[in-house]
């Protein structure tokens, strides 16, 4: 994978990148393994694109907060029975936390969203915000000739707006709906189901922000996925969550977990402590999620170009 546009990244991080790629493909080839039908063989990864602070040359690694920008990419796939839901994709994220926690042979936290090649075309073509900017802006690490992208539709500031506004009537109020609950179920000792009902207040704020300021936020319920890709695009996020302590660290693990495991597994635990500090972080996260969009929807808020 050698890149001359990389060429602002050192050494170890190329090689990173080189890594992941790999692993990419990996998981992918060898799920296709296990089709029997021609088309579940024929899945092809047309493209690999690296974007935001890694593309750009912003990243930040800050040792006294513990804020580490993540790799962001976007796989490219042939067919949409191919995109996110494959179970490929589960198997490559599983393969980077081991990497990153275990083998330690990557140091940088990776996300990626896997997007067909119709499918983005799409985006492009509806000005989506998100994907544009992707595409004038993003690095293809991998690419097979002869998919070339679209031309990106150009939205108007009226359109873009309209859109946002309809986002965010839909997605605050129901994140603050399943806060209140939380609150309620806490008040109850319910403390298991307060925090499903926290991750799901958490969650729904994380979408508002993703799809008011770029029409667009990916099919996730990882909160840490979606607070790296929201506080990719409103830095201002990033100092809703610490990162300089293991108990913060713990809570917010534990957050995560809670959609799953909360509603699953007898072995899930959370204490009151732990409870109470993470309903200060969502509100604190209600807070500043309110002001951004408040700032984008009347104007005044930069763009996400410009993030």
Not at 33 to 38: A, Q
Not at 104 to 127: C, E, K, M, W
Not at 246 to 251: D, E, G, T, V
Request: with cysteine; glycine share 6%; charged share 30%.
């Amino acid at each position: 994978m050698e890149n001359d546009r990389l060429a602002h990244l050192p050494e170890k991080k190329r090689r990173e990148l080189k890594r992941v790629a790999q692993i990419l493909f990996d998981e992918f080839e060898d799920a296709l393994k296990t089709k029997l039908s021609d088309k579940g063989k024929r899945g092809r990864i047309l493209k690999l694109i690296l974007f935001g602070s890694h593309a750009r040359g912003d990243w930040v690694e800050d040792r006294t907060s513990g804020y580490r920008s993540d790799y962001d990419l976007l796989v490219v796939v042939n067919y949409e029975s191919f995109g996110e839901q494959h179970e490929a994709w589960e198997k490559a994220g599983e393969r980077f936390l081991q990497e990153l926690t275990i083998t330690r042979r990557l140091s940088t936290p990776i996300n990626f969203i896997v997007h067909s090649y119709q499918d983005l075309n799409n985006q492009l073509a509806q000005g989506r915000p998100f994907f544009v900017d992707i595409a004038r802006d993003g690095i293809a690490l991998y690419e097979t000739p002869g998919f070339p992208l679209a031309s990106p539709k150009t939205l108007a500031p009226e359109e873009v707006r309209a859109e946002s506004k309809r986002h965010f009537d839909q997605w605050f109020p129901s994140a603050d709906a399943f806060k209140a609950a939380a609150g309620f179920l806490v008040e109850r000792g319910n403390l298991p189901e307060a925090a499903f009902q926290l991750h799901q207040a958490a969650e729904r704020l994380y979408h508002c922000v993703l799809l008011v300021l770029a029409l667009y936020s990916p099919k996730s319920h990882r909160l840490t996925f979606l607070r790296s890709q929201a506080e990719r695009i409103a830095p201002q996020l990033i100092d809703v969550w610490p990162r300089d302590s293991r108990f913060a660290k713990r809570c917010f693990t534990r957050l995560d977990r809670a959609y799953v495991d909360a509603r699953y597994s007898s072995a899930y635990e959370i204490t009151g402590e732990e409870l109470a500090w993470l309903v200060g972080r969502v509100e604190a996260l209600q807070e500043t999620v309110v002001a951004i969009c408040a700032d984008w929807l009347d104007g005044s808020g930069s763009s996400v170009t410009e993030a």
